[in-house]
T-cell receptor, first 116, second 117 residues
Framework: DTGVSQNPRHKITKRGQNVTFRCDPISEHNRLYWYRQTLGQGPEFLTYFQNEAQLEKSRLLSDRFSAERPKGSFSTLEIQRTEQGDSAMYLC??????????????FGPGTRLTVT | ELKVEQNPLFLSMQEGKNYTIYCNYSTTSDRLYWYRQDPGKSLESLFVLLSNGAVKQEGRLMASLDTKARLSTLHITAAVHDLSATYFCAVDGYTQNYGGATNKLIFGTGTLLAVQP
């Protein structure tokens, strides 16, 4: 396993269309995070999963956004009725979490979304 | 709400010079991370600082953490062009949730470092 992978790497879509991104974490990692990064800014937390359970969602995650992690493996992030403001880099990260054990999040290459 | 501020936002420096990037955060946290990002690329982990007084060094970069001052520094020694990138600090935005600690990362705005020959 070489790391976190994301597909597609780039997505161009028209406003109003739905898009879905996929993230495959490092295999032994039980936590998976989604972040969004706009140009010139640091990544912002969107949501995270521990195994298959989605445990927290940011207020940035509007009703048009939905994320799943069936069976605690890969995750998908879907955006419905895309808007130009959704244009950003969507980053996925994974980590192994157990109690207070120090951990590190490993990031995937990201999916760059452009909404025209 | 936890906030993370970095300064400077942009740093142009000559090869061979030394400089420091500062990262201040607004609430108690004892876990801080430094990442590097090249244009159009994802984030590469540089340092994980887990306690007050922690200092880590890798090549020309050295990071330190002062949890009492809520301050981390990234020191660059004898800069070379290959260090040109955007550097982010991120604080562990620990929140207790019914599923356990969230440990979401709260990032600073980044410091764009340009090393000139």
């Amino acid at each position: 396993d070489t790391g976190v992978s994301q597909n597609p790497r780039h997505k161009i879509t028209k406003r109003g269309q739905n898009v879905t991104f996929r993230c495959d974490p490092i295999s032994e990692h039980n936590r998976l995070y989604w972040y969004r990064q706009t140009l010139g800014q640091g990544p912002e937390f969107l949501t995270y999963f521990q195994n298959e359970a989605q445990l927290e969602k940011s207020r940035l995650l509007s009703d048009r956004f939905s994320a799943e992690r069936p069976k605690g493996s890969f995750s998908t992030l879907e955006i419905q009725r895309t808007e130009q403001g959704d244009s950003a880099m969507y980053l996925c990260a994974s980590s192994f979490w157990a109690s207070t054990v120090p951990y590190e999040q490993y990031f995937g290459p990201g999916t760059r979304l452009t909404v025209t | 709400e936890l906030k993370v501020e970095q300064n400077p936002l942009f740093l142009s420096m000559q090869e061979g010079k030394n400089y420091t990037i500062y990262c201040n955060y607004s609430t108690t946290s004892d876990r801080l991370y430094w990442y590097r990002q090249d244009p159009g690329k994802s984030l590469e982990s540089l340092f994980v600082l887990l306690s007050n007084g922690a200092v880590k060094q890798e090549g020309r970069l050295m990071a330190s953490l002062d949890t009492k001052a809520r301050l981390s520094t990234l020191h660059i020694t004898a800069a070379v062009h290959d260090l040109s990138a955007t550097y982010f600090c991120a604080v562990d935005g620990y929140t207790q949730n019914y599923g356990g600690a969230t440990n979401k990362l709260i990032f600073g705005t980044g410091t764009l470092l340009a090393v000139q020959p």
